[in-house]
């Protein structure tokens, strides 16, 4: 699928809805038109509208990945990134712009090389994972043991020690991304830990990515500091090379399989990290906050575009888009560019901007009456997921304004607002989802191909066009929605 025509979808949609003549000739309109009391309901649509027609995520993308490219956490751009970023939302005239600092372990890739030294010499394309170890600078040398699945590597009772540990294992894709959760966790996360302390050397993993192009997929692991076990992701054609490479090793066609590992990544020790923090001040309840974001650190092989350029421009679009509108919400938005959220730290840690938050705003979680966070890339959105509310209404209405978008509410209640979001979901703030279609998500995700020509503006607009209505919604009434674990 290639590109939507939303404005199209938007006509048809509304041909049995009202007020239709405004869908009848577009306008190459620039803003909104004077602020008019209307309806909540009105008003999201004028909103809704307005992000179709004009909105500037896309530029912001743009910029943001052109000036800055790669913004590892707690690197000099993305604090650079940071600092531009306060100027931008200044001019854009959003209220109470700052940044808030956090400390971060640093952790820097370094020399990276993989090959299979025999039976049949040739590279590898790997990439090291984040926070993972680091191998002798000359590499290490050994027999590899390869598993098809995480599962039989965890079963498994073979002597590891001395060796490379290889799990060969797929990630599938789906529209959720659920492939991607199953193995993120397992494979990348605990794997390493867990092949050190049965005595391995190095680690391999198949990329988590749903594509067969040869981008290794970088990603976080425990961070252990000089502890850790050197560890690095494959390419999936690498992964499949390896597998027929086993294959006539189970055949008898082949010896043992003996694979040199080259990564030598650095710990800088404790740095320093960032939020930046924007907001529209309500104007009737300014404690009441809606707290919406995505995250301005990316991995270092891409420019981070869809991972997370995308989020934090599409939600600030959004936030922009009722700021031009020139009517106040009455409650407050706020928008945060999360620091530091694809980096694992010590002691099986990570979200530290999320937690750095969490811990300066717990005071008014009470007042958070909703929080929500961009982070799956930049294709459409399909559904919206609520926390339970007590508004059938409200319901109704966002339904009504998302429904010519091709979106629809998901009837079951939200558990998930994006990892940045955990943090205050876990303390009882309610959760809403904006769930983008996550098809091709992992074909380039934490790859050198997250770049700004995977994303489509055209499903960008839909993006800021169904944040701008729902927020403005949840901004403007007196919705009220319940938090699933208990509030503080
Ligand atoms: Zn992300």
């Known amino acids: 699928m290639k590109s939507i025509h939303f404005a199209a979808v938007l006509a048809a949609g509304m041909a049995v809805a009202?007020?239709?003549?405004?869908?009848?000739?577009?306008?190459?309109?620039?803003?909104?038109?004077?602020?008019?009391?209307?309806?909540?309901?009105?008003?999201?649509?004028?909103?809704r509208d307005a992000a179709l027609k004009d909105n500037n995520a896309y530029e912001f993308v743009a910029a943001l990945t052109t000036r800055f490219g790669a913004r590892p956490a707690g690197s000099a751009s993305e604090k650079a990134a940071a600092d531009w970023s306060v100027e931008q939302?200044?001019?854009?005239?959003?209220?109470?712009?700052?940044?808030?600092?956090?400390?971060?372990?640093?952790?820097?890739?370094?020399?990276?090389?993989?090959?299979?030294?025999?039976?049949?010499?040739?590279?590898?394309?790997?990439?090291?994972?984040?926070?993972?170890?680091?191998?002798?600078?000359g590499g290490v040398e050994a027999e590899a043991v390869l598993f098809e699945t995480y599962q039989q590597f965890s079963a498994s009772t073979v002597d590891l020690k001395g060796k490379i540990?290889?799990?060969?294992?797929?990630?599938?894709?789906?529209?959720?991304?659920?492939?991607?959760?199953?193995?993120?966790?397992?494979?990348?996360?605990?794997?390493?830990?867990?092949?050190?302390?049965?005595?391995?050397?190095?680690?391999?993993?198949?990329?988590l990515g749903t594509h067969d192009h040869r981008f290794p997929h970088t990603g976080g692991t425990r961070f252990l500091g000089a502890d850790g076990v050197p560890a690095m992701a494959i390419s999936p054609p690498d992964a499949e090379q390896l597998e027929r490479i086993l294959k006539l090793q189970k055949e008898g066609q082949a010896g043992p399989i003996r694979l040199k590992m080259l990564s030598t990544p650095?710990?800088?020790?404790?740095?320093?990290?960032?939020?930046?923090?924007?907001?529209?001040?309500?104007?009737?309840?300014?404690?009441?906050?809606?707290?919406?974001?995505?995250?301005?650190?990316?991995?270092?092989?891409?420019?981070?575009?869809?991972?997370?350029g995308a989020g934090v421009a599409i939600t600030m679009a959004a936030?922009?888009?009722?700021?031009?509108?020139?009517?106040?919400?009455?409650r407050t938005i706020r928008v945060v560019f999360w620091g530091s959220e694809e980096v694992s730290q010590p002691g099986d840690k990570g979200l530290s901007g999320a937690?750095?938050?969490?811990?300066?705003?717990?005071?008014?979680?009470?007042?958070?009456?909703?929080?929500?966070?961009?982070?799956?890339?930049?294709?459409?959105?399909?559904?919206?997921?609520l926390p339970a509310s007590d508004s059938p209404e409200f319901t109704k209405q966002v339904g009504n304004v998302l429904y010519p978008l091709g979106i629809y509410v998901d009837g079951a209640v939200s558990t998930g607002g994006g990892p940045d979001t955990s943090p205050l979901f876990s303390a009882g703030v309610p959760v809403m989802d904006l769930q983008q279609n996550g098809m091709d998500y992992f074909d380039t995700h934490h790859t050198p191909d997250d770049v700004l020509d995977r994303i489509d503006p055209a499903k960008v607009d839909q993006n800021v066009?169904?944040?701008?209505?729902?927020?403005?919604?949840?901004?403007?009434?007196?919705?009220?929605?319940?938090?699933?674990?208990?509030?503080?």
């Open 465 to 488: 066009a169904a944040w701008a209505a729902t927020l403005w919604l949840i901004a403007s009434t007196e919705v009220k929605f319940k938090g699933v674990a208990p509030k503080p």
């Open 319 to 330: 936030a922009k888009t009722i700021l031009d509108s020139k009517v106040r919400p009455d």
């Open 266 to 308: 650095k710990f800088l020790g404790t740095g320093q990290s960032q939020n930046v923090i924007a907001e529209i001040t309500g104007a009737k309840r300014p404690q009441e906050i809606i707290t919406i974001g995505g995250h301005l650190d990316s991995w270092d092989l891409g420019t981070g575009a869809i991972d997370d």
């Open 165 to 207: 540990v290889v799990i060969l294992q797929p990630t599938v894709a789906t529209q959720t991304g659920v492939g991607y959760g199953a193995n993120s966790g397992s494979i990348r996360r605990q794997g390493p830990e867990i092949a050190r302390q049965r005595g391995a050397v190095g680690y391999v993993m198949r990329s």
């Open 89 to 137: 939302l200044k001019a854009m005239g959003f209220d109470n712009v700052r940044v808030e600092t956090f400390p971060l372990e640093i952790w820097q890739r370094g020399e990276e090389k993989l090959e299979i030294v025999g039976p049949f010499p040739q590279n590898l394309v790997a990439t090291a994972l984040g926070g993972s170890g680091t191998t002798p600078p």
């Open 18 to 47: 009202t007020a239709p003549a405004v869908y009848a000739k577009p306008k190459k309109a620039t803003a909104v038109a004077a602020p008019v009391a209307l309806a909540p309901a009105d008003q999201a649509v004028v909103l």
């Open 355 to 385: 937690n750095a938050y969490a811990a300066a705003y717990k005071a008014e979680f009470p007042n958070h009456i909703i929080a929500a966070e961009s982070d799956f890339g930049a294709d459409v959105v399909y559904a919206l997921s």
